[in-house]
């Protein structure tokens, strides 16, 4: 079983780091992304709500457009991975399973995979950010961003099960990210300071993200809370992968 | 029963309000091959699937003595990973030691130079062998394939007759679905699945 889970891991990570769309993703829309944020915002100051220590925080434009651009772009990539490779895999992991191999073992080990690239991503993300714009706490940004994008990874496993075809989940990802990262933002939306904004996702990894890049603070039930959006989430997910690798009778 | 390692008796299965599958028995025996024909969209494939156990019938029983082997008619693989990691896949899934029987099969079907090209960029042709490999490599009691020379050049399809022989001499069992028989005299029975039951398919 171990070995198992070792196996769908290795290979997981394998052929998603083979999916050249993501790669070119993160190569060339990411760092361009941030380059037309940094364009298209300035130097005016700009006050953001930290929830968690009630205070407004002031920055300039240029940096919280950055964060926010980060969180949207990180998400969506890490959504559409996670969506893609459930939906190629759909028939070859109920093969699989028809052919012995163990259904936990299997699920566990594409969603560690999963956990491990969300991770891998979030430090990307966070280095290529630190090109643009210096943070105080960059572990705490990192862990931020990982709130979000595990969070992602986990609506893109349970888009790729439910929906019908690849594009709905595509189009559900991308409006959903659109979304839920613009309305954190008050560059251009007098909402973000709203109550509303605690029942979306990216609610808390944007308060980790710029308390520890901009007011040097961090609280950390905020992880706690954001990682239990990925996890509830991610049982969700689970529970659509397990019913998705159903046969009619396991294998002798 | 004992000389019987497929058994299938009054399998009945619709999809919603079409009933595709009537009442459908047959039983194999040891080292025999039988080809189960149909026009498309007769029920084969879901007849296969049933038999395989990926699929749960409405009524009836199947009941397989051994090991299967199942190769589905698209190839189900993962097309973004090698053809060496394909075989590692389904090694852990049938817990086998070794690839010898894979090797040996990969060798017969010729694309043994393909095993560390993405599955991806390959053609039609050599992703069937590799699902074929796939379906084989554990070397089965029980063989289901479907459509299994699909896209072959006829080379591959008497290398593929080649290896289906040697299976069938050892024991095996082995059904084949198609809607194209062209050899006959390769099938020790041929069935005709046909508004949902079968029956013999002398003279069709």
């Known amino acids: 079983m171990i070995r198992q889970v070792g196996i769908a891991l290795r290979l997981t990570l394998i052929e998603q780091a083979h999916n050249r769309f993501a790669m070119l993703l993160l190569a060339v829309y990411l760092p361009t992304w941030y380059g037309v944020i940094y364009g298209l915002t300035d130097d005016a100051s700009i006050g953001f709500q930290l929830r968690a220590f009630h205070f407004f925080v002031a920055t300039s434009q240029h940096r919280l457009g950055l964060i926010t651009g980060m969180l949207n772009a990180t998400t969506l990539i890490m959504g559409f991975v996670s969506l893609s490779a459930v939906r190629r895999s759909a028939l070859v992991d109920q093969r699989l399973v028809l052919c012995g191999y163990s259904r936990g073992a299997l699920i566990l080990g594409r969603l560690v995979a999963f956990a491990v690239a969300s991770a891998l991503l979030s430090v990307y993300a966070v280095i290529v950010l630190e090109a643009f714009t210096p943070t105080q706490l960059p572990g705490v940004v990192v862990a931020g961003v990982f709130g979000a994008v595990l969070t992602y990874a986990a609506i893109g496993v349970l888009a790729g099960v439910i929906s019908r075809g690849d594009l709905e989940g595509f189009f559900f990802i991308i409006m959903l990210s659109l979304v839920d990262t613009f309305i954190q933002n008050p560059i251009g939306n007098p909402a973000a300071n709203r109550a509303v904004v605690e029942y979306f996702p990216s609610y808390l990894p944007m308060q980790i993200v710029v308390g520890g890049a901009i007011a040097n603070r961090v609280a950390w039930w905020q992880l706690g809370g954001s990682l239990g959006w990925a996890v509830g989430l991610g049982v969700l997910g689970l529970a659509g992968f397990w019913q998705r690798t159903r046969i009619a009778r396991l294998a002798p | ?204």
């Open chain 2, 1 to 204: 029963m004992e000389d019987t390692p497929l058994s299938v008796s009054h399998v009945a299965r619709a999809f919603g309000r079409h009933q595709v599958l009537r009442g459908v028995t047959f039983a194999a025996r040891h080292g025999q091959m039988v080809g189960i024909m149909g026009e498309n969209g007769a029920g084969k494939t879901t007849l296969l699937r049933i038999m395989a156990g990926l699929l749960r019938a409405d009524r009836g029983r199947v009941h397989v003595r051994g090991r299967i082997g199942y190769c589905p008619q698209e190839p189900q693989v993962h097309f973004g990973l090698t053809v060496d990691q394909n075989l590692e896949w389904f090694r852990a899934a049938y817990r086998l030691g070794t690839l010898t029987r894979a090797e040996a099969i990969m060798d017969l079907l010729a694309f043994r130079q393909h095993r560390r090209s993405l599955v991806g960029e390959l053609s039609g042709g050599t992703r069937q062998k590799l699902n074929l490999v796939l379906a084989l490599m554990h070397d089965p009691e029980v063989l289901l394939l479907d459509e299994p020379y699909q896209g072959f050049d006829w080379e591959t399809y008497l290398r593929f007759w080649g290896i289906a022989e040697e299976s069938r001499h050892r024991g095996r069992v082995i059904v084949i679905i198609s809607h194209l028989v062209f050899e006959r005299d390769r099938f020790d029975a041929l069935l005709w699945l046909h508004d949902g039951v079968l029956s013999p398919a002398a003279g069709r």
